[in-house]
């Protein structure tokens, strides 16, 4: 894939809206505006050369990340995925030629078995072997790592939405709420003061000094 060359397209009608030349060593966006926003935010994204199975990827609005690596990655064991199960079947067929050739020329283990016999014992034998079960890890590993790779993505982009989101409402992060502390269960107050909220307690200003 050229990340060199990472188009930026309209996501109503596909249009070129403008190129960005990938991200930085550090996997940043350098067109990211002063608030840390990507340029491609709001739009689709696709490299020139992009795998049309995989590509264009959709980034929400507000965005801080660049996804292209990551999906990239998610890409490349996925197909290491496909490429292990294409040659696990590969190699069941070619047990089952071996099998039926060996029926046909009269071999006594097979010349007696039909045809659902003859597969059955060539899927049996070919999931025993070491190949099979070497394309079958490795497919299992490619999978799992493609899988990783998207959750990430998947997490990333639902935390970063909700920010967002909390942000224009003027909703205060996480981080941002002060925890109210705990009453100590000694205190005891009378009157008003013992259905108000420990944390409106806090809050609220001093009465002044009489």
């Known amino acids: 894939m050229n990340r060199s060359e990472i188009r930026i397209l309209d996501p109503r009608k596909g249009d070129l809206v403008t190129v960005c030349r990938g991200p930085t060593a550090s996997n940043a966006c350098p067109l990211a505006d002063e608030n840390g926003v990507v340029a491609c935010a709001g739009f689709l994204i696709a490299p020139a050369d992009g795998d049309p199975e995989y590509w264009p990827l959709s980034i929400p609005r507000g965005y801080l990340h660049c996804d292209v690596p990551w999906n990239e990655r998610a890409r490349t064991y996925a197909r290491k995925a496909q490429r292990s199960h294409a040659r ?94 705990a009453v100590p269960p000694s205190t005891r107050l009378k009157g008003d003061q013992a259905r108000r909220d420990p944390c409106e307690q806090q809050s609220s200003p001093a009465s002044p000094n009489r």
Do not use: I, N
């Open 88 to 181: 696990w079947a590969e190699g069941l067929e070619a047990e089952r030629a071996r099998l039926f050739r060996l029926a046909a020329a009269g071999d006594r283990r097979y010349r007696d078995m039909d045809e659902y016999e003859l597969r059955t014992t060539a899927l049996w034998r070919w999931r025993k072997s070491p190949f099979a079960e070497g394309d079958r890890q490795r497919e299992e590993r490619s999978r799992h790592r493609a899988s990783a790779y998207l959750s990430f993505l998947r997490h990333r982009r639902s935390t970063s939405v909700s920010s967002s989101s909390s942000r224009q409402a003027g909703v205060p992060s996480v981080r941002d709420v002060r925890p109210c502390p």
